[in-house]
């Protein structure tokens, strides 16, 4: 019965495969169709045949994407009234349909399917029994049963089959260096969090283990499933805490089958920065705090700014005096139109040399020449060309990039000085740099901040821009009715086919986009690891989310940044600011630790207590054999996990200021087997910091010096928690002295 029960699961996953193939051949051969089209020299038509092409290539890569693990799940509901027979609905990555449009697998992601997640004895939710489908490749090798309905019970035989289950075997299967999704483990409360409303800002608190990254992700492969019309232009935008981090979970959306999501970490949210250096902690905290906004501002405002004295100018010949007070109103006029830096500067320049020309109309008519009003326009060109007036109204109103602005306020202490009366000389010096020093994480808040102050550069990008945007209205009219001539409406829309439209026909979508473009405002932000954020930071993403469309997911005692907060309502306060009282946010919880041993979780906890770290409860659902182990020498530590009868991936964290000699000591046995950073990811022993750590799980890890992670800043505790909870299976510490409070 057990073989029966699984050759007709396999058959029937085996239906849902060839359907897959079949989806995926018609596909093939709409874009062979389609890339034969004779659409002769008319760019339009050329640029409407390559994005119907590329939709296809999409839709190719998608099924792809799929293939693993099509079908994880089986509901079996009430029988049918009519034949009295059992029905059955298959849960898997996407929903599947046969010629005839019967469903065939129900997408995860459907109200029908919420019950394989949340259903239980006593609320099945219509569900009478839930089966679990465990596959290598397309082949079905296990089932699990779960029943829900005690009738079933009554007529048991050895068609329902009982094992370890599901949850456990994905639990303590090897690591790979990549993050696997967890679609067809999703627990109730996960899935709940998963499933809620779009709208307003959501904050999921739970410990180390408790699966707060693979809610969101999940998260953000249902909103954008459940809300496509909304998101499918705008975008969700992911950001991460690290690069290793973005490369640990990057297989994990396009295996739900999307694709439509930014990833960045907090070191790329400002486009062609990549900022990957951590400030001192003192360094890092000014930098993270709001009065930086304020700092910028004043910057900015410094460099409009009217001569203390009567210049003389040269003009075709003529002396001309430029009054303070001339320039000082032309200021004055363009700061009134409200528009950034560089965009007022054209109304300053406009109005300087309106009231300059007036000047020198009236100095010609009283050394008697013969002008009159008509020749404004004629003096006001010649003042434009003039080398003295550019150079006298580029003193008092210069164009800046937001690059040179910051640069300038670390190399210049003689000017911050000038714009911060109120700062000690403490702080002024945090701040100095030379001006070739490259960008740190905490500058990019900055740069962002200077960027929307003094807006674009050239008043040229300006003008491109709106073309652009008056271009893209006309697109979407030629997509319209494209999608009618060609017969394939409810396959695409106007929007998403008018993406490469214009005149450049460039072929990039939406994620792209959005990555590279500043003002791109996102439909919803998740944003990982948020314990970490600075105010500044949130500033920035309030930025890229105005709509406050939010998944906020951390752990307030793994806060290990000297800049982050202290409590989730300081955290959103410049999220939300007045209205944070107003219940315009929701707290979630996880509570149960699926990754973490409980004999490693109980050593992490009593560390975070005897350290005043904030946990949060949580239940652990498994222990390993192995004991939490203490050795002298890493490198004795890794050999020792090597000769293990195990596999798996292996990290060691260690503090950022002994990585480079615990790498060269690594290297000298281990050679080639080690690698640093996201680079470590693909090695079989990866080096890494405890922030490059954030958000990671490895099969075994081993802690390097204990007390130097936890005497390295004021947050150091929580760095420690945060190394010693990303082993699976096995946990080492390395200390040839003392070990810090809390260890038994």
Do not use: C
């Not at 403490?426 to 900055?446: E, N």
């Not at 939490?628 to 004795?636: L, W, Y």
């Amino acid at each position: 019965m057990v073989d029966q029960e699984l050759v007709r699961e396999q058959d029937y996953v085996a239906i849902l495969y060839a359907r897959l193939d079949a989806l995926q051949r018609e596909a093939e051969e709409q874009l062979t169709a389609i890339r034969r089209l004779d659409v002769g020299g008319n760019h339009q038509a050329r640029s409407e045949r390559d994005n119907f092409a590329r939709l296809y290539e999409d839709r190719i890569v998608q099924l792809r994407e799929v293939d693993d693990r099509l079908a994880f799940g089986r509901l079996e509901t009430a029988p049918d009234e009519t034949t009295g027979e059992p029905v059955y609905r298959y849960i898997g990555r996407v929903g599947l349909r046969d010629a005839d449009l019967h469903p065939l697998l129900l997408d995860w992601r459907v109200p029908q399917a919420s019950p394989f997640y949340q259903a239980t004895a006593a609320t099945p939710l219509g569900a009478r029994s839930r089966r679990h489908l465990l596959s290598q490749g397309r082949s079905v090798v296990r089932i699990e049963d779960e029943i829900l309905d005690a009738s079933l019970l009554e007529n048991a035989d050895a068609t329902l089959h009982q094992g370890e289950g599901a949850l456990l075997t994905a639990l303590t299967a090897q690591r790979t260096g990549h993050m696997n999704d967890i679609v067809s483990t999703i627990q109730a409360e996960q899935d709940r969090i998963i499933r809620s409303d779009l709208p307003g800002v959501l904050v999921v608190q739970g410990g180390p283990g408790t699966g707060k990254t693979a809610v969101a992700l999940h998260r953000a492969a249902y909103l954008l499933y459940t809300h496509r019309d909304r998101l499918r232009d705008s975008g969700v935008l992911i950001v991460g805490p690290s690069r290793s981090f973005l490369q640990y979970i990057e297989n994990v959306l396009p295996s739900l089958g999307e694709t439509g999501v930014v990833l960045t970490s907090v070191g790329q949210l400002f486009p062609g920065v990549e900022a990957t250096i951590e400030d001192a902690p003192a360094v890092a905290a000014l930098k993270g705090q709001t009065i930086m906004a304020d700092l910028i501002a004043r910057a900015v405002r410094s460099r409009q700014k009217a001569p203390a004295h009567p210049q003389r100018l040269v003009v075709n010949g003529d002396a001309i005096t430029l009054r303070p007070q001339l320039v000082a109103d032309a200021i004055s006029r363009a700061q009134g139109n409200g528009k950034p830096h560089n965009e007022a500067r054209v109304a300053f320049a406009k109005a300087a040399l309106g009231a300059l020309a007036r000047d020198w109309l009236t100095q010609l008519k009283a050394q008697g020449r013969s002008m009159d009003d008509t020749d404004l326009p004629m003096l006001r060109e010649d003042l434009r060309l003039a080398d003295d007036v550019r150079v006298a109204l580029n003193t008092a109103w210069l164009p800046l990039t937001p690059e040179k602005l910051v640069k300038d306020l670390y190399a210049r202490p003689e000017w911050l000085a000038q714009i911060t009366p109120e700062w000690t000389p403490q702080q002024r010096a945090l701040l100095h740099r030379s001006r070739g020093a490259d960008f740190t994480i905490a500058d990019i808040p900055l740069l962002d901040e200077a960027a929307e102050l003094l807006g674009e550069y050239n008043v040229v990008d300006e003008a491109k821009r709106r073309a652009v945007k008056e271009q893209r209205k006309r697109d979407i009219e030629n997509a319209e009715a494209a999608i009618s001539n060609m017969e394939v409406k409810g396959l695409v829309n106007a929007k998403a086919l008018a993406e490469s439209f214009a005149e450049l026909g460039e072929r990039a979508t939406t994620a792209e986009r959005a990555g590279r473009d500043r003002t791109w405002t996102y439909g919803h932000v998740v944003v990982d690891e948020a314990q970490e954020l600075s105010p500044m930071q949130w500033r920035l993403l309030l930025r890229r989310g105005p709509r406050r469309s939010f998944t906020i997911v951390g752990d307030i005692a793994q806060a290990a940044s000297a800049a982050a907060a202290a409590s989730w309502k300081d955290a959103l306060q410049p999220v939300l600011g007045s209205s944070l009282e107003a219940g315009r946010w929701r707290l979630e919880e996880l509570t149960v630790n699926y990754r973490t041993p409980s004999q490693i979780a109980a050593v992490a906890e009593r560390v975070a207590v005897a350290h005043d770290l904030p946990i949060t409860a949580s239940r652990t659902v498994r222990e390993s054999e192995w004991p939490v182990e203490t050795v002298r020498d890493v490198s004795d530590a890794v050999r020792r996990d090597r000769s293990l009868p195990h596999e798996g991936t292996l990290a060691v964290i260690v503090v950022a200021a002994q990585i480079t000699a615990v790498e060269e000591k690594l290297n000298s046995e281990f050679g080639s087997l080690v690698g640093r950073g996201e680079v470590g990811l693909t090695r079989e022993i990866t080096l890494l910091t405890p922030h490059d750590a954030k958000g990671l799980e490895f099969d075994a890890v081993i802690v390097v010096d204990p007390a130097a992670i936890l005497a390295a800043s004021e947050r150091g505790a929580g760095a420690l928690y945060v190394a010693m909870t990303r082993a699976t299976q096995r946990l080492y510490l390395v200390s040839d002295g003392p070990l810090p409070a809390g260890f038994a």
